[in-house]
Each structure stands twice: as structure tokens, then as C-alpha cells.
């Protein structure tokens, strides 16, 4: 007997137990109301199995519940799985209690302390479930890599009731493991061993070595005749960077190539002209200067100008004034001075108002004769400053005339160096270019060199993977073989339930679906999701899994023997109502379960939970009393 499910218990968080026993080798019925806990035993046996992802439904389990567990009898041992629930607001929980032996002690809850991992009960499970099988175990890691640990079987024990009549998918988390399963189901049937698996992954290594190989290989080809065309292009580049001779003459690539390498060795950075004093900043500082003793210049000029052209009027002013007043020389005697202060000189009428006398006059006379003396030897003087300063300031424009041509000369100078500078620049950055890509060159025909044998290491690995496949080319025959009689068993069960579509039944491994065909028709084979009528989805999966797991059990093979149907036939018997067809169809179909059941005892035990209270199928074994709300149900009421 291989590995199946002996208790189910739940630890409340004051430490109360609640244990729920299977009986091994037979089917098992639990019949319940609804939200009595029902769809939780999948989910609770499954997180118990190593799954990190915590699916049990919310509500008042996950409210009351502290850790869950499973015992397990696993051939004559025994194993007990125990996990707490996860952290709030976590769905994931990777720690566990693993405890295994002849016979496991229910512990209690202050006895259940983490001492293991998902990783290693799903480690330790495996081994346990091959030795009850007397089939060898692998490394913890190897089994894990080859993908033969129950992790990879829970497709085939747990049947939801949103799966188990479902015409679109047949096996629990199909849709998020199609890969897994598809990768691991030959093995699982048997037509491959554990020597054929790691052939096999051994060949899946080697083919991608060859491919590696055969990529590099392509390279190497592209990279020869890359060779020759590109060896000519970067001597042209060099001779016409004058760092080859233009008139060298070479013949191949191979004689190229020396000539590249000492291009490499021999190029360095040009030496750039020396920098000279700069005196373009002196310059324009003196250029500053000298505007500026111009512009003072220009203002002294003017303010002596002015001052001359001020005094010059001054004369002409003043000698007009003189002139009119040599008219009194006309009286000499000044005793004649008083005479004259009431009465005019020249017509010898009364005057209103008294005229200055003729003494004030001509001492008026005299003092501008000498104003005007002296005012003609001070312009004589400042003619002379103007005409000095006009010298010093054509003294200036000539040094700023010969400044300014200085700067333009050094400004020119330093443009010519700049061009120069900027020339060989260039020279420089073009040549770099040229030795960077020849360095490139150099090295990636360099390496083309070293694996010049590749193409005898590819003909070698290609020897070897066609001697190697050969060897598993007897496993599809074989795969086939097992198909072929699952198809046997899947047909006649069909034919007892009287399905809708009658036909040689299969299951299709590339789908993951079953197929009814018509070898006498020759018609096309009829997929399950084309087919019609809930009875016949639920009839495909009885049929297709009873099936899997009889030849599982007949072979061998290291899959738990335990299936559990999740509400199977979902309301369509009624007790209340007169018998008709469907109620016939459901019949037939528990019957079956019990008949596959008995016919494998006591290697396949099958767990079936159900709403309807007054099922009473002969040959189901009923675990507890029909689950209600208000009396005993998976959580007891008293927890709530």
C-alpha cells in the first residue's frame, strides 16, 4: 500500500483538537450542509503536502484554527505533516512539523514546534512513499531536478467541484502547471526510469552545448571571411593616415596583419606645440590704458581751448570798449572834469543825470589797456599748452596704433596655433579609432584561431546525442503502450455508464484532455470541451482519473494512492423525485467508484465529500455523521 490519508486534525488556539479518521483501501464519504467545511479537506491535505500557498476558504476556519495537520500511512509508516496557519494577511506559509515512524503519536499543540520546511517535507514524503514502493531514491536535489517528488502528483489526487465536472480542464491546477505535468507525466506512468530521466536531462545539456557550439561555429565562419576584406579596409585607413607607407604592397590578410600589430605598437599621441607666454591680456590692458590717457587728452585740449577761445573774446570785446574810450582825449585839461559832469561836451546842453568824469574814464582807459595786454600774452602762452598737448595726444594714438597692431598679430599667431592644434587633434582622434578597431580585429581573429577545432567537437557531440537518442527512442513506443491500455479500462467504463458519446475513449496527453473516437466511422476524434451534457464531463473524469490511478497502483509508480472527489455529483440525485436517466447515470457512476475502489483494495483509497445527506451508495464507508451548522461539522460549534 502506498501512501494515503489516515487523519485529518485541526488545533484550535487553546490547544483543542479536532480529528477526523479515514479508513484506508475503501471509499470514504463525508456528507455535509453547506459552509459546513466541506471544500476545505483539498486544501488543508494539499498545504499539508508542502505547499507554501495557504487556499483554505476565509471564513471562521481560518478565524479559530492555529495549525493544521495530516497523518499520513505511507506503506507500514506512518508520517504526521502539521503547519500553522500563516501570519495575518499572509497566504503563504513555508515552516512545518515533520514528524515520521512506525506508529505517530497525535502531538499536542505545545509538542508542535517547527522543525522543517515545504521544501523538505515534500523531500521527506517522496522518500518515504519510493521505499514503501521499494523503488531507490534520488539526491534531495537531483529528485527535485528530474522532477520526480510529489510535487509533481498533486495533479492527479484532488478533484475540486469546480473541476470535476468541468468540460475545459481534467486535473487539479492544470491551468497554472500544464508544463509540469506534460514534462513529468511519462515518468510518472513509467515509461521512463530514473536512469531514462537522467539521460534524458544529460541530453537536453548536451544539445544545448551544441547549439552553443554550433552559434560559435557560425561566428568563426562569418569571422574568416570577415577577415580578408577587413585586413585590406584598415591598411587603406592607416596609409591615408599616413601611419603606413602609401606604397607598401602587401599581398593577403596574413601579411596585413603584422603590419597592423606594429601600427599598434608604434602609435602614440602626438606632442602638441608648446604654450607660449600669452600676451593677449597685456595687451588689451594696455589697449585700455592708452584709450583711456586719448580720452583724458582730448578733454584737456578741450578744456584749454575753451578757456583761449573765451579770452579771445574777451579781446575783442575789450578793445571795442577801448576804442570808445580814446574819444576823451579830446579833453586834456581836466579842470574842464566838473564843467562837464551837467553839461554835454559836444552839443553843451544840460544833462538830466551827471556823466562819470573824464579822470574815471581814462583810469578806466588805462586799466583795460593793461587787461588787455595781459589777456594777449596769457593767450600766446596757452596757444602754446594746446599745440603740446596736441603732441602728447598724437604720441598716444601712434603707441595705441602700435598696440593694436601687436594684439592682432598675437591674435592671428594664437588662431594659427589653435588650427594647428585642432588639426592634429583630429589626427589623433581618428588615428585612436583606427588602432581601437584594429586591436578588435587583432583579438577576435586571434580567437578564431584557437577554435579552429570546433568543427570536430561539434561532429563528436552530434555522434553522441544520436547514440543517446536512440536509446530513448523505445520510451515513446512504451508511453504509447501504457495509453493504449488506459484507453481500455477508460472505454469499458464508458460503455457501463452509458456516456452520451460512445467511442474508444483516450486521454490525450498533449491536450490534457480526454477524446472519444469512432474507429468504425473514422470520424474525426471529439474532445471533451465539444462535448455536451454536465454527465458526460463528470463521466470523462471519473473514467479518465480511476484509470490513471489503477495503472499508477498496477505499475508501481511512486504516487500517493488516494483521490478525493470534491461533491462529485453536485445535486443531480434526489432521493425525493422518481427515478429517471440522470439518477440512473449517477448511480452507475458511484458504482463504479466503489467497483474500481474494491477492485485495487487495499492500494487505492477514495475520499468522497457530498451535500446530499441520504446518500447511501453500498460500499462507501461514511466517515462521521451527515455536517450541519448547528451540530458537528469540520469546526466543531463551540470553537465559533
Same mark, same amino acid.
Given at each position: 500500500?502506498?501512501?494515503?490519508?489516515?487523519?485529518?486534525?485541526?488545533?484550535?488556539?487553546?490547544?483543542?483538537?479536532?480529528?477526523?479518521?479515514?479508513?484506508?483501501?475503501?471509499?470514504?464519504?463525508?456528507?455535509?450542509?453547506?459552509?459546513?467545511?466541506?471544500?476545505?479537506?483539498?486544501?488543508?491535505?494539499?498545504?499539508?503536502?508542502?505547499?507554501?500557498?495557504?487556499?483554505?476558504?476565509?471564513?471562521?476556519?481560518?478565524?479559530?484554527?492555529?495549525?493544521?495537520?495530516?497523518?499520513?500511512?505511507?506503506?507500514?509508516?506512518?508520517?504526521?505533516?502539521?503547519?500553522?496557519?500563516?501570519?495575518?494577511?499572509?497566504?503563504?506559509?513555508?515552516?512545518?512539523?515533520?514528524?515520521?515512524?512506525?506508529?505517530?503519536?497525535?502531538?499536542?499543540?505545545?509538542?508542535?514546534?517547527?522543525?522543517?520546511?515545504?521544501?523538505?517535507?515534500?523531500?521527506?514524503?517522496?522518500?518515504?512513499?519510493?521505499?514503501? !514502493?521499494?523503488?531507490?531514491?534520488?539526491?534531495?536535489?537531483?529528485?527535485?531536478?528530474?522532477?520526480?517528488?510529489?510535487?509533481?502528483?498533486?495533479?492527479?489526487?484532488?478533484?475540486?467541484?469546480?473541476?470535476?465536472?468541468?468540460?475545459?480542464?481534467?486535473?487539479?491546477?492544470?491551468?497554472?502547471?500544464?508544463?509540469?505535468?506534460?514534462?513529468?507525466?511519462?515518468?510518472?506512468?513509467?515509461?521512463?526510469?530514473?536512469?531514462?530521466?537522467?539521460?534524458?536531462?544529460?541530453?537536453?545539456?548536451?544539445?544545448?552545448?551544441?547549439?552553443?557550439?554550433?552559434?560559435?561555429?557560425?561566428?568563426?565562419?562569418?569571422?574568416?571571411?570577415?577577415?580578408?576584406?577587413?585586413?585590406?579596409?584598415?591598411?587603406?585607413?592607416?596609409?591615408?593616415?599616413?601611419?603606413?607607407?602609401?606604397?607598401?604592397?602587401?599581398?593577403?590578410?596574413?601579411?596585413?596583419?603584422?603590419?597592423?600589430?606594429?601600427?599598434?605598437?608604434?602609435?602614440?599621441?602626438?606632442?602638441?606645440?608648446?604654450?607660449?607666454?600669452?600676451?593677449?591680456?597685456?595687451?588689451?590692458?594696455?589697449?585700455?590704458?592708452?584709450?583711456?590717457?586719448?580720452?583724458?587728452?582730448?578733454?584737456?585740449?578741450?578744456?584749454?581751448?575753451?578757456?583761449?577761445?573765451?579770452?579771445?573774446?574777451?579781446?575783442?570785446?575789450?578793445?571795442?570798449?577801448?576804442?570808445?574810450?580814446?574819444?576823451?582825449?579830446?579833453?586834456?585839461?581836466?579842470?574842464?572834469?566838473?564843467?562837464?559832469?551837467?553839461?554835454?561836451?559836444?552839443?553843451?546842453?544840460?544833462?538830466?543825470?551827471?556823466?562819470?568824469?573824464?579822470?574815471?574814464?581814462?583810469?578806466?582807459?588805462?586799466?583795460?589797456?593793461?587787461?588787455?595786454?595781459?589777456?594777449?600774452?596769457?593767450?600766446?602762452?596757452?596757444?602754446?599748452?594746446?599745440?603740446?598737448?596736441?603732441?602728447?595726444?598724437?604720441?598716444?594714438?601712434?603707441?595705441?596704433?602700435?598696440?593694436?597692431?601687436? !594684439?592682432?598679430?598675437?591674435?592671428?599667431?594664437?588662431?594659427?596655433?589653435?588650427?594647428?592644434?585642432?588639426?592634429?587633434?583630429?589626427?589623433?582622434?581618428?588615428?585612436?579609432?583606427?588602432?581601437?578597431?584594429?586591436?578588435?580585429?587583432?583579438?577576435?581573429?586571434?580567437?578564431?584561431?584557437?577554435?579552429?577545432?570546433?568543427?570536430?567537437?561539434?561532429?563528436?557531440?552530434?555522434?553522441?546525442?544520436?547514440?543517446?537518442?536512440?536509446?530513448?527512442?523505445?520510451?515513446?513506443?512504451?508511453?504509447?503502450?501504457?495509453?493504449?491500455?488506459?484507453?481500455?479500462?477508460?472505454?469499458?467504463?464508458?460503455?457501463?455508464?452509458?456516456?452520451?458519446?460512445?467511442?474508444?475513449?483516450?486521454?490525450?496527453?498533449?491536450?490534457?484532455?480526454?477524446?472519444?473516437?469512432?474507429?468504425?466511422?473514422?470520424?474525426?476524434?471529439?474532445?471533451?470541451?465539444?462535448?455536451?451534457?454536465?454527465?458526460?464531463?463528470?463521466?470523462?473524469?471519473?473514467?479518465?482519473?480511476?484509470?490513471?490511478?489503477?495503472?499508477?497502483?498496477?505499475?508501481?509508480?511512486?504516487?500517493?494512492?488516494?483521490?478525493?472527489?470534491?461533491?462529485?455529483?453536485?445535486?443531480?440525485?434526489?432521493?425525493?423525485?422518481?427515478?429517471?436517466?440522470?439518477?440512473?447515470?449517477?448511480?452507475?457512476?458511484?458504482?463504479?467508484?466503489?467497483?474500481?475502489?474494491?477492485?485495487?483494495?487495499?492500494?487505492?483509497?477514495?475520499?468522497?465529500?457530498?451535500?446530499?445527506?441520504?446518500?447511501?451508495?453500498?460500499?462507501?464507508?461514511?466517515?462521521?455523521?451527515?455536517?450541519?451548522?448547528?451540530?458537528?461539522?469540520?469546526?466543531?460549534?463551540?470553537?465559533?
Amino acid at each position: 500500500m502506498s501512501m494515503q490519508i489516515k487523519s485529518i486534525l485541526l488545533y484550535n488556539q487553546q490547544g483543542e483538537i479536532r480529528q477526523i479518521d479515514f479508513k484506508l483501501g475503501v471509499v470514504n464519504l463525508i456528507t455535509g450542509d453547506s459552509n459546513t467545511g466541506k471544500s476545505a479537506i483539498i486544501p488543508i491535505i494539499d498545504y499539508c503536502m508542502g505547499r507554501s500557498e495557504f487556499e483554505v476558504p476565509t471564513g471562521v476556519i481560518r478565524e479559530v484554527t492555529a495549525w493544521y495537520a495530516v497523518l499520513y500511512q505511507v506503506g507500514d509508516k506512518q508520517a504526521l505533516v502539521a503547519k500553522p496557519a500563516p501570519a495575518k494577511n499572509s497566504n503563504r506559509q513555508y515552516q512545518a512539523y515533520y514528524m515520521a515512524g512506525n506508529v505517530v503519536s497525535i502531538p499536542s499543540i505545545s509538542q508542535l514546534v517547527i522543525n522543517s520546511s515545504d521544501y523538505d517535507v515534500i523531500d521527506q514524503l517522496s522518500r518515504l512513499l519510493r521505499n514503501s !514502493l521499494n523503488l531507490s531514491n534520488l539526491e534531495s536535489s537531483k529528485a527535485e531536478e528530474l522532477k520526480t517528488t510529489i510535487e509533481y502528483v498533486r495533479f492527479y489526487l484532488f478533484q475540486k467541484k469546480n473541476i470535476i465536472a468541468n468540460n475545459e480542464v481534467l486535473f487539479y491546477k492544470q491551468s497554472d502547471s500544464i508544463d509540469k505535468i506534460k514534462d513529468t507525466l511519462t515518468y510518472f506512468l513509467g515509461a521512463e526510469q530514473e536512469d531514462d530521466l537522467q539521460l534524458k536531462y544529460g541530453l537536453k545539456q548536451k544539445q544545448e552545448e551544441l547549439n552553443r557550439l554550433k552559434i560559435q561555429r557560425r561566428k568563426e565562419k562569418d569571422l574568416l571571411e570577415y577577415k580578408e576584406g577587413k585586413a585590406n579596409n584598415l591598411l587603406i585607413e592607416c596609409q591615408q593616415l599616413g601611419l603606413v607607407d602609401k606604397n607598401l604592397l602587401v599581398a593577403n590578410a596574413d601579411q596585413i596583419r603584422p603590419v597592423l600589430e606594429q601600427v599598434c605598437r608604434d602609435w602614440q599621441v602626438s606632442e602638441y606645440p608648446p604654450v607660449s607666454d600669452d600676451l593677449e591680456p597685456q595687451l588689451r590692458t594696455e589697449l585700455t590704458q592708452l584709450r583711456a590717457e586719448l580720452e583724458e587728452k582730448f578733454q584737456e585740449i578741450n578744456s584749454v581751448e575753451s578757456f583761449v577761445k573765451d579770452a579771445t573774446g574777451y579781446s575783442v570785446t575789450a578793445s571795442d570798449h577801448r576804442m570808445r574810450l580814446e574819444s576823451i582825449q579830446l579833453f586834456e585839461d581836466s579842470q574842464v572834469d566838473d564843467l562837464f559832469q551837467k553839461i554835454c561836451p559836444l552839443c553843451s546842453s544840460s544833462l538830466s543825470h551827471p556823466i562819470p568824469r573824464i579822470s574815471s574814464m581814462r583810469h578806466a582807459l588805462k586799466q583795460l589797456e593793461q587787461n588787455l595786454t595781459v589777456v594777449g600774452h596769457e593767450t600766446a602762452n596757452l596757444n602754446t599748452v594746446v599745440d603740446n598737448l596736441k603732441q602728447e595726444r598724437e604720441a598716444i594714438r601712434a603707441k595705441l596704433k602700435e598696440k593694436t597692431e601687436a !594684439l592682432g598679430k598675437v591674435l592671428r599667431e594664437k588662431k594659427q596655433k589653435d588650427s594647428l592644434v585642432k588639426r592634429m587633434m583630429e589626427q589623433d582622434r581618428q588615428s585612436s579609432m583606427i588602432v581601437g578597431r584594429i586591436k578588435e580585429y587583432l583579438e577576435v581573429t586571434q580567437i578564431t584561431g584557437k577554435n579552429s577545432n570546433l568543427h570536430h567537437e561539434i561532429a563528436t557531440l552530434e555522434k553522441i546525442i544520436k547514440s543517446e537518442q536512440a536509446q530513448l527512442e523505445d520510451i515513446s513506443g512504451v508511453f504509447n503502450s501504457i495509453l493504449d491500455n488506459i484507453s481500455k479500462d477508460m472505454t469499458s467504463w464508458a460503455k457501463d455508464l452509458s456516456l452520451e458519446y460512445q467511442g474508444i475513449y483516450r486521454f490525450d496527453q498533449t491536450k490534457l484532455t480526454v477524446s472519444v473516437s469512432d474507429s468504425i466511422r473514422g470520424r474525426v476524434p471529439i474532445l471533451m470541451k465539444s462535448m455536451g451534457g454536465g454527465l458526460n464531463w463528470l463521466g470523462c473524469h471519473l473514467v479518465a482519473l480511476l484509470a490513471l490511478h489503477k495503472h499508477f497502483i498496477l505499475a508501481q509508480r511512486p504516487v500517493p494512492h488516494f483521490l478525493i472527489l470534491d461533491q462529485p455529483i453536485q445535486g443531480y440525485l434526489d432521493r425525493s423525485k422518481q427515478e429517471d436517466a440522470d439518477s440512473v447515470k449517477i448511480k452507475r457512476m458511484l458504482e463504479l467508484v466503489v467497483k474500481v475502489c474494491n477492485e485495487l483494495t487495499p492500494n487505492l483509497q477514495i475520499i468522497v465529500t457530498e451535500h446530499n445527506p441520504s446518500l447511501d451508495q453500498e460500499g462507501f464507508h461514511r466517515v462521521e455523521p451527515h455536517w450541519t451548522k448547528e451540530g458537528k461539522a469540520l469546526i466543531p460549534i463551540h470553537w465559533q
